[in-house]
C-alpha cells in the first residue's frame, strides 16, 4: 500500500524539525525513518528531535508504533523528541499510550521552536 | 408491576469491504457519517472512529488475513441511547489470538522489550464505553458501544 504521510525536514540551531502531512499508518515506515535519518544526519550534538503534526489528520496503531520507534531510536542516541501540531484528540492519544511521558507536546511550531531556542533577543 | 417500553433497536446502516489495508478509512467514513446528528459530541465522535479503524484493521488483517474476496461486514445500529458498531470477520478465534497477549507497555516497547506494535484493542477499549467480542463458528464479531447524550467520564458538559 503506497504511504499517504509525506515528511520534510530542516534543522534549527540545536534541533532537527520533521513536519508531517497526511496520514500516519503503517505504510509510512520508510517515510518516517528515512525523515529521521535526514533530519539528524550526521550530527551527533543535534539534541532535539521535533515531529510537527499540524498538517497530520490521522494516525492509528500501526503509526503510534512508527512513533515509538522514532522515541526508541532518539533515546538511544541521547536526544530529545517533543512533539506539536496534535489535535486533542491525539493528544489524548498521546497521553493513553503514556507516549505523552516521553515527548513533551507543544500546541504549535512556533511554541516548541520558542521553547527550544530560548526567547528571542 | 409497570414496564417502560424500551424502543426495539434500530439498524442504521450496514455494509461490507474488502478486506484491503487501508479499508478502515472506508469505514470511519461511513460510520461517522451514518452517527451523525446522533448525541455523540466530537471528541466521542473522533474515538469511535479510532475504534472502528483499529476493529476493522483487524478484521482485515489477522481476521480475514488480507484476502480482499473476503468481506469485513459493519453493521450500525442504535439501542436505546446506545450506538452499537458491530464488525465482523471470518477469523473465527484466530482474530482475537492475534492480538498480543500481554498489555502493552511502552517504558518495555522503548527498551526493546516489547514490540513497538500491539496498541489495537488497547486503543479500541480505551476509546469506546464497552467492548464486546463473540465467535460463532468462523464468524468473530467485535461489538463497539458508544453512549450518547451523556459526558464521558472526566469530560465536562
Known amino acids: ?121 | 408491576m409497570t414496564q417502560i417500553a424500551r424502543p426495539a433497536p434500530r439498524r442504521l446502516d450496514t455494509f461490507e469491504l474488502p478486506s484491503e489495508p487501508g479499508n478502515e478509512r472506508l469505514a470511519l467514513a461511513r460510520v461517522a457519517e451514518t452517527v451523525q446528528g446522533l448525541g455523540l459530541s466530537d471528541s466521542r465522535l473522533e474515538k469511535l472512529k479510532t475504534a472502528v479503524a483499529e476493529a476493522t484493521m483487524n478484521a482485515i488483517e489477522h481476521g480475514n488475513g488480507n484476502r480482499a474476496e473476503i468481506p469485513v461486514e459493519v453493521e450500525v445500529t442504535q439501542n436505546g441511547d446506545d450506538i452499537v458498531v458491530a464488525i465482523s470477520d471470518q477469523g473465527g478465534d484466530a482474530t482475537g489470538q492475534a492480538g498480543p497477549a500481554q498489555e502493552p507497555d511502552l517504558l518495555q516497547k522503548l527498551e526493546g522489550a516489547q514490540s513497538p506494535r500491539g496498541w489495537g484493542l488497547f486503543l479500541i477499549r480505551n476509546m469506546v464505553d464497552a467492548m464486546d467480542i463473540t465467535t460463532n463458528g468462523q464468524r468473530h464479531t467485535i461489538w463497539l458501544t458508544m453512549r450518547t447524550g451523556g459526558a464521558e467520564h472526566g469530560e465536562h458538559v
Not at chain 1, 92 to 117: G, K, Q, W
Open chain 1, 1 to 121: 500500500m503506497a504511504s499517504m504521510c509525506e515528511a520534510t525536514t530542516r534543522v534549527l540551531p540545536g534541533a532537527a524539525v520533521i513536519e508531517l502531512s497526511g496520514e500516519v499508518d503503517g505504510s509510512a515506515a520508510d517515510v518516517l525513518t528515512n525523515a529521521y535519518q535526514t533530519a539528524v544526519g550526521t550530527d551527533a550534538d543535534l539534541g532535539t528531535v521535533v515531529l510537527d503534526f499540524s498538517a497530520v489528520d490521522y494516525i492509528n496503531s500501526t503509526g503510534i508504533a512508527l512513533i515509538v520507534s522514532v522515541l526508541a531510536r532518539a533515546r538511544a542516541e541521547r536526544r530529545k523528541v517533543v512533539a506539536c501540531g496534535l489535535s486533542p484528540h491525539y493528544r489524548e492519544i498521546f497521553d493513553i499510550t503514556r507516549l505523552s511521558d516521553f515527548i513533551e507536546l507543544f500546541p504549535d511550531l512556533d511554541h516548541a521552536v520558542s521553547e527550544l531556542t530560548g526567547p528571542a533577543a
